[in-house]
C-alpha cells in the first residue's frame, strides 16, 4: 500500500462531549466539511501518521456490538451513507463513554491510496479506499480504518 498517495475525499467531524449528567445531548453535524486544501492536508497527515505509526489489522469479532464494523461496512458500499453513519458513531461513543473519558472529536472520512510501492511517482489504475473514524481528545487521535480494493 501507498501512503504518500492517500488523498482525503470527504469527512464528517462530530463534537462528542465529555459525559456528565447535566448535557442536553449530542450536536451532530449534518452534512460533509467542505475540505480547503490545508485541512484536506492536516487530516491526510495526521491518518497516515497514525497508520505508519500504529495502524494495525482490524479483525472483526463477531461476539461484540457491530456498530462500527457494519458502519465502515455501509460507508464502503454506499459512500452517500458517510454522514447517517459517522451520526451512528457518534451516538454509539457517547453512549459507551464513562465520565473518565474526555471531550474530543469524532472525524469519519473517506479517502483512496493507490496500490504499489511508496515512491509517489509510482502509480497503478488500481486504488483501495478508506473509511477511517478518529476520536480526540489531543492532537494524536486514535483511529479505526478498514480498506477495500476497488
Request: aromatic fraction near 4%.
Amino acid at each position: 500500500m501507498n501512503l504518500d498517495s492517500f488523498r482525503l475525499t470527504s469527512l464528517v467531524v462530530h463534537d462528542v462531549p465529555q459525559p456528565d449528567e447535566e448535557r442536553k445531548g449530542l450536536i451532530l453535524t449534518d452534512a460533509e466539511i467542505p475540505l480547503d486544501a490545508q485541512l484536506r492536508g492536516y487530516f491526510e497527515r495526521k491518518i497516515t501518521q497514525r497508520i505508519i505509526n500504529r495502524g494495525l489489522e482490524a479483525i472483526a469479532d463477531p461476539s461484540e456490538n457491530g456498530t462500527v464494523r457494519d458502519g465502515v461496512a455501509s460507508i464502503l458500499a454506499d459512500q452517500t451513507e458517510l454522514v447517517p453513519v459517522s451520526k451512528t458513531f457518534a451516538e454509539h461513543l457517547d453512549h459507551s463513554q464513562t465520565r473518565r473519558n474526555p471531550a474530543g472529536l469524532l472525524a469519519v472520512g473517506l479517502g483512496r491510496v493507490e496500490e504499489g510501492a511508496s515512491s509517489p511517482s509510482s502509480s497503478s489504475s488500481a486504488s483501495r479506499g478508506f473509511g477511517c473514524g478518529s476520536t480526540s481528545s489531543e492532537i494524536t487521535p486514535r483511529s479505526i480504518c478498514s480498506s477495500s480494493a476497488t
